[in-house]
Structure formats: structure tokens, C-alpha cells
């Protein structure tokens, strides 16, 4: 079973940048579709960015478009969130999410029940 791993969260001051990054634990080839996702206190989670992995399409949350950019190394199936010119109401847990397998329905790339995989998450806090 793939195991979904999120780093490189923590805390920064309002205007600073962060790069999330979502390792599998294995090859993720057969994986659909990738995307991270948020979740605030006492708040649904909610899609921030997502990909096709055969370059179909991506999506972008409008909160952070052009703020923050999603990437994938296919080398090393490796996810990666770079954000950057942060805002206090980016303030989350960010976890990693993929849709791997024949059973994965795609709702679209913003929908959690696209995905049947997720890490742990990793906190983002960013201070006024």
C-alpha cells in the first residue's frame, strides 16, 4: 500500500515562502492524479492545487493562484508545493493526496473523494 509523506511545513512570517514536498513511499506510476490539499481549524478541507499525471490538466485553488506553484519530479515521483508570498489565512494543515488504481472516480481534481491516498499532513503557519 502507498504510504503518502508531506515535509517541509513550518512557520513564517507573512510574505515568506515555504516548498512542500510529498514523497511515496513507492512507485506511484499508476497513480491518476495528485494534489494537495488544506484544512484550517473547525474547517472542511479544501483542494489548493492538483494535477492529471499525464498532463491533462491541473488546478489551482483562485486563493493562491499565482502565489503558489505546483511541480512534479517524475524521476523521483516526488510532489512539490512552492508557496510563496504567504498570507495568515494560508494557515493550515497540507496534506498530500493521490488517486492511484482502477478504483479511483474521478470527481475532479479539487473533489477529496477523487483521491484514495493521503499523508499525515504537514503544518503551514504563517504569523502576521
Known amino acids: 500500500q502507498v504510504k503518502l509523506v508531506e515535509s517541509g511545513g513550518g512557520s513564517v512570517q507573512a510574505g515568506g515562502s515555504l516548498r512542500l514536498a510529498c514523497t511515496p513511499s513507492?512507485?506511484?506510476?499508476?497513480?491518476?492524479?495528485m494534489a494537495w490539499f488544506r484544512q484550517a481549524p473547525g474547517k472542511e478541507r479544501v483542494g489548493v492545487a492538483g494535477?492529471?499525471?499525464?498532463?491533462?490538466?491541473?488546478y489551482y485553488a483562485d486563493s493562491v493562484k499565482g502565489r503558489f506553484t505546483m511541480s512534479q519530479d517524475n524521476s523521483k515521483n516526488i510532489l512539490y508545493l512552492q508557496m510563496n508570498s504567504l498570507k495568515p489565512e494560508d494557515t493550515a494543515m497540507y496534506y498530500c493526496?493521490?488517486?492511484?488504481?482502477?478504483?479511483?472516480?474521478?470527481?475532479?481534481?479539487?473533489?477529496?473523494?477523487?483521491?484514495?491516498?493521503w499523508g499525515q499532513g504537514t503544518q503551514v503557519t504563517v504569523s502576521s
Open positions: 513507492e512507485d506511484t506510476d499508476s497513480a491518476y492524479s
Open positions: 494535477l492529471y499525471t499525464d498532463g491533462s490538466g491541473t
Open positions: 493526496a493521490a488517486g492511484i488504481g482502477s478504483e479511483v472516480v474521478d470527481y475532479g481534481l479539487a473533489t477529496p473523494q477523487s483521491y484514495n491516498y
